[in-house]
C-alpha cells in the first residue's frame, strides 16, 4: 500500500463485498461494525498480539 500513498493526508476506501454470503428472508446485517485501525509498522516486526510473556510460578525466595 506504500507506493500508493504520498506525504501528508490520505483517505483510504475500505470496500466490504459480502455477494457470496448467503441471502437471508429479515434484515442481514454485514460489513464492518468494528472500529478499524491502520498501523503503521516497520518492515520487520512483530505483529500485534503475537508476543506474550508468562510466569508460571512466583516463589518468594529463591535458592
Known amino acids: 500500500?506504500?507506493?500508493?500513498l504520498k506525504e501528508g493526508q490520505?483517505?483510504?476506501a475500505v470496500r466490504i463485498d459480502n455477494?457470496?454470503?448467503p441471502s437471508a428472508r429479515w434484515y442481514h446485517p454485514?460489513?464492518?461494525y468494528a472500529p478499524v485501525s491502520l498501523i503503521e509498522v516497520?518492515?520487520?516486526h512483530f505483529?500485534?498480539?503475537t508476543i506474550?510473556?508468562?510466569t508460571?510460578?512466583?516463589?518468594k525466595k529463591k535458592d
Open 1 to 4: 500500500m506504500s507506493k500508493y
Open 10 to 12: 490520505n483517505t483510504i
Open 30 to 32: 454485514c460489513g464492518i
Open 56 to 59: 508460571p510460578s512466583i516463589q
Open 47 to 49: 505483529k500485534p498480539n
Open 19 to 21: 455477494s457470496l454470503e
Open 42 to 44: 516497520n518492515p520487520t
Open 52 to 54: 506474550f510473556i508468562k
